[in-house]
Each structure stands twice: as C-alpha cells, then as structure tokens.
C-alpha cells in the first residue's frame, strides 16, 4: 500500500491545509510517528509548539538536565543506519546531547519538511460528516485531517505553584522547563530554588558548584540514589552498537522496556548479610537497577518496602553530615520507589556545602514571594534568581490544555473529569480518528522504548483502515469499559498507586488533581503488548470500523 490508498483517504483534500493524517507534537513520539505515517504514503502535518523539535529535550535544558536511563537504550531502534551513525558520548546523556541526536534524527528522515514549528495547537473538533478532525492553532489558523494522533508527551504542561507575589519578583525566574536558551549564569548568586523532585535535584547538584548561596525549598523529599555516569570511550561504544540488538530483547523482556528488571527472589526469603550485600552493588551499578531491579515484592509489600528504604535512608545518613538535616532529607510518608527515585550525583553532599541551606517549608511554609526575594513565617530571603522545578500536570494535563471536542459536542475534559477512560491507552470512546501515542492507560515506561511500540501499533491501526476504505474508526462503550476496569484491577496492590505523585496525576497546584489514581498500566510493557498485539491480530475486531 501507498500513495494510492492514500489518495483515497485524500481524495477530497485540495487544500495544503487538509491532510490525511495529524500530529501533535514533535519530541520522541511525535518524530517517529510522522516518520511511520508518511511511509504509509500519507499527507501528513505534524504541529510543533516549540521553535524546534524535541519536546521534552527542546524545553527543560535546565542545568544538568540529563537521562536517568542509559542512553543506548533510550535512542530510536527501527533505523540500523540510524543507530550505526549516532554515538552516544556519556551513558546518561546531557540534554545538549539528546537534542542534537532528535535534531540529528530529523534531518536524516528529512522530516522538517512536514513539520510545522511554532505552532501550538489550540483546539481541535471532529467533524462527523467529514469524519475529519479540524484543529485551530492559537494564532488562528486552521487545518483538518482524517486522523490525529497526539504526541504531546506526558510530562509537558508544567505548572507553576500557586503562591502570591510570584510575578512581583524583580531579579531572575524561571520554571526549569521554560529554561532560557542562552542559559543563566549562576557564579556568585542568590539563589531560592522550590521544588526537590527528579529536575530539582539534577539543577541543585550542578548549580551548586557555582552559586554564591543557594536555598533549597522542600516540601517533600525523595528517595534518591546514584546515577553513576561516565563517558562512553570510542572501543564501548563499538561494543554497544555490535549489542544493540540483544539490549533491545534485554529491555523487552522487562516491565518498563529497561535493562533493569526486578530479581525474582522476595525480600525476606534472602537472609539479612545477602540482602544487604544486594543493595550495596545496585547502590553502587549505574543507573534504575536501585529501582527497577529490586526484589520482586519491593513495590507490593509494605516490609520489604520499609527494609528497602531502611537501607536508602543509611546512606543518607551516612552522606549527609548535620543529622537534623539528614532526618529532612528521608522521605517519611511513602517508601522507596513509589514515587518516581530521582537519580543523583553528589546531590547529599551539596547539603554539606556551607553556603547551602535546605528549609523545609512544612515548617515554616512560603508566604509570599516580593520583589526581592521569598518570605517564609520565619524569615525573608534574598535572591538574585529563583528556580521554579516545580514540576508538570502529568499524561492528562497536555490533554487539558487543548479544547478537544468529539461527536455531540462531546468534551474531552469533561469524559476524564474523574480519571481517564480510554481503550489500550489509545483510543477514547466519542473521539473517533483520534489516536493516541503513549496516551494515558497505556503501557509506559523507558520513553523511546515504548514511544516506539505506541507509535507502530497506532500506525498499524491507520495502516488498516485506508486498506479497507474504512473512514471511521472508534473505541466501543464496551471497550473502554473492559480496559479501564483491567488498568484499575491491575493498579490495585501497588503501593506506588496509592501516592500523590506526578505519576497517580496528582498535583497539588492543579484544582480536581489533589488524589492519587490509577494513570498507567502497569501490568508490565511486555503484557501490554501482547494484549494490543492479539487485538491487531484478529483484525481490530473490537474496535467499531466503519
Ligand atoms: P516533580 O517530580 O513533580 O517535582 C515537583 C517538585 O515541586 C516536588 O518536589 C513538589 O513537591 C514541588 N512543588 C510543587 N508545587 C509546589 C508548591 N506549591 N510549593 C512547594 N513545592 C512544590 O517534577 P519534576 O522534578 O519536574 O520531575 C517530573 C518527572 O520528570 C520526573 O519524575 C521524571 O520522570 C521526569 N524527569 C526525568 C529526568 C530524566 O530522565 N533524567 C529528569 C528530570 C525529570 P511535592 O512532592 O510535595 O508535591
């Protein structure tokens, strides 16, 4: 199939503004999924908000944003030309590095040239007589499109804290994800940063080195531990690349697409001298194994959860000097894991840093910010810059920030007011031709790993449906039904389910998102697609085609 069957779903689109296929957004998903889909021999547009492509890698290039997972794993695997060309340089590549390689993938596909950047997509409404989707941007123009398909991320609505006087603040500031191109130079500054989750901590490590006084707000502190970066020398990256198609399987075959999976054995059937010997080499090995490759009941059982943490909390202690501030820095309403563990390096010794201070605002919580600075109950600082890492509205948010309206002036706000409700995390039942990539309920997990399945299953679905002609395709009430109750049984017993966090959708800045619920899969990627897989089999049979 190509161009002919394309010109069918075309036929009627004489306007360059009317296209067969839409996409929205052009980070890791949005690149590729514009890729699969003009191999179809589609028309395709994908609308960019930033000025260039990336999404995440695009935005937060806050200092010392980089990968929390090894960079070999997280690259596109469906070019062999791709991964022969591209060289990694760190095993956690910096932002810099990341953005040229999505900039480097874009080029190579020559993708620029169906890619509309600068445009931030508003609005968009289905057509039922034309079975199309009609998008508005915000600067007003219009477009339409049989099917869209959103990449709009999960992490890309951030949010600024709801605090008085924000705007008041004379000197530098700035949300971690809006970071300036041009950077900010932090030598010998005044410096408030709010926030101490996965970004903060990556900014306090790095900007720690330079500034003259930082000051750390936290309100909840995490369970952190070791990234264990290096560069990849020219002989490793020769190895890597003779492997790359063993690390792939390796990251199939486990629950987040990682080379990390848990170890099947249980916390307390490993005596206590072998179960801490096991925690000190995943403290010590590079990357998510003190996550992902705990004991398999690590996440579900509340004991071995505690002796887990027990062991984080050591080192804690052991690295952070002042005891009391050691005691600020152990998270103590949730355990290790269930809330996503930033990686680190060097971050505990920062609060041993004279010209560190860490103010825990559950003490003396943030009045106001002034034109100079932060006010607490206790004190007014000073700052020449304050940090925002205040963090996003997760997988729904980016949805809510565009007026999606389906059939009968259905609302996609209004259908995910109490949670979303989707099929396979792909489809929404009123919103026919609208697909989503990596949408919520879907299997997550390492980005480009399992962007790239949600990107092919969902062009397997389009790819099917100009075959037969079919013009229409949708979620069945009984659909979404089946699949929302499976995600929600699955969610069930997992302790990280039951946290606020960006990952139960919670955000305390966001009005409706102050509970946690059940977001994600979390069966594990490989049961997500072999679910998907059987339905594409059978001929998408459950899906209503017409
Ligand atoms: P986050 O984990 O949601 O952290 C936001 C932080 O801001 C939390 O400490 C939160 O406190 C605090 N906060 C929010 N509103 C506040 C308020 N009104 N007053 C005081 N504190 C407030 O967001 P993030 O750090 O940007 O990370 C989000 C996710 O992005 C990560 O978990 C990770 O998945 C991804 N990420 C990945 C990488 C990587 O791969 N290397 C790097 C950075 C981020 P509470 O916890 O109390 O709400």
Known sequence: MGREAAKTVGAKAAQTSNFDAIVIGAGVAGLYQLYKLRELGLRVRAFEAGSNVGGTWYWNRYPGA???????????????????????????????????????????FDLRRDLQLNSRVASARFNDKSRSWEIALEDGRRYSGRFLVTAIGILSAPTMPNITGIDTFKGISCHTHAWPKEGVDFTGKRVGIIGTGATAVQTIQEIAKTVGQLT???????????????????????????????????????PGCYIHAPDPRKTLEVSPEDREAFWEKLYDSPGFGVWMGQFSDTLTDRE???????????????????????????????????RRVPLETGYYEVYNQPNVELVDINETPIERVTATGIETGERAYEFDIIIYATGFDAITGAFDRIDITGTDGLRLK??????????????????????????PHAGLGNYTRTAEYSVEWVTGVIRFAIERGLTRIEATADGVGEWTDHVLALGEGQLMNEIGSWMTGVNRNVEGKQRPRIMRYSGGHPAYRKHCDAIAAEGYRTLALA
């Open 216 to 254: 750390v707000f936290q309100r909840t502190p995490n369970w952190c531990a070791p990234l264990h970066n290096g560069k990849i020398s020219k002989e490793e990256m020769r190895d890597i690349r003779s492997r790359y198609d063993e690390i792939f399987a390796l990251c199939r075959t486990s």
């Open 304 to 338: 071995a959860n505690k002796l887990a943490s027990e062991f984080i909390a050591k080192k804690i202690r052991q690295r952070v000097k002042n005891p009391a501030v050691a005691e600020k820095l152990i998270p103590k309403n949730h355990g290790l894991g269930t």
């Open 66 to 108: 980089r990968f929390d997972s090894e960079s070999w794993t997280y690259g596109y695997s469906f070019s062999k030309e791709l991964l022969d060309e591209w060289d990694w340089q760190e095993h956690f590549a910096p932002q810099p590095e990341t953005e040229r390689y999505l900039n480097f993938v874009a080029d190579k």
């Open 414 to 439: 209004d259908v995910w007011r109490d949670g979303p409700q989707t099929y396979l995390g792909v489809f929404i039942e009123g919103f026919p031709n609208l697909l989503m990539a990596m949408g």
